[in-house]
């Protein structure tokens, strides 16, 4: 188990960017597959973006080009880089851990992540 703590949100024009990071405890974070989820208000939790412990990356089509996920297991760190924001990308972003196998069927399962963070609300304004 792995407790999972996101920071980075915030207010930003559209076409901006913003760096989303999720720092976690545990000694194994290297072991852990690592997705982000958004939530947007009044609409389900849908999948943005994963990386498997092995580097492998998987994107939500909405968001492929202009987000980037990546890890420092140095730093039991996963990142968010976002690029070209647009309104429809606000909502709450959570990260989440899943150890074990991973594909992209998987890795864009909420069901399939045991572990969550609080969540940081991201919000772009036209």
């Known amino acids: 188990q792995v407790q999972l703590v996101e920071s980075g949100g915030g207010l930003v024009q559209a076409g901006g960017s913003l760096r989303l990071s999720c720092a976690a405890s545990?000694?194994?974070?290297?072991?852990?597959?690592l997705g982000w989820f958004r939530q947007a208000a009044g609409k389900e939790r849908e999948f943005v973006a994963a990386?498997?412990?092995?580097?492998?990356?998987y994107y939500a089509e909405s968001v492929k080009g202009r987000f980037t996920i990546s890890r420092d297991n140095a730093k039991s760190t996963v990142y968010l880089q976002m690029n070209s924001l647009k309104p429809e990308d606000t909502a709450v972003y959570s990260c989440?851990?899943?150890?074990?196998?991973?594909?992209?069927?998987?890795?864009?399962?909420?069901?399939?992540?045991?572990?969550w963070g609080q969540g940081t609300q991201v919000t772009v304004s036209s």
């Open positions: 989440a851990a899943k150890p074990g196998s991973f594909n992209s069927y998987i890795a864009s399962s909420p069901r399939a992540y045991g572990d």
């Open positions: 545990g000694r194994t974070f290297w072991d852990y597959n």
């Open positions: 990386i498997s412990r092995a580097i492998g990356t």
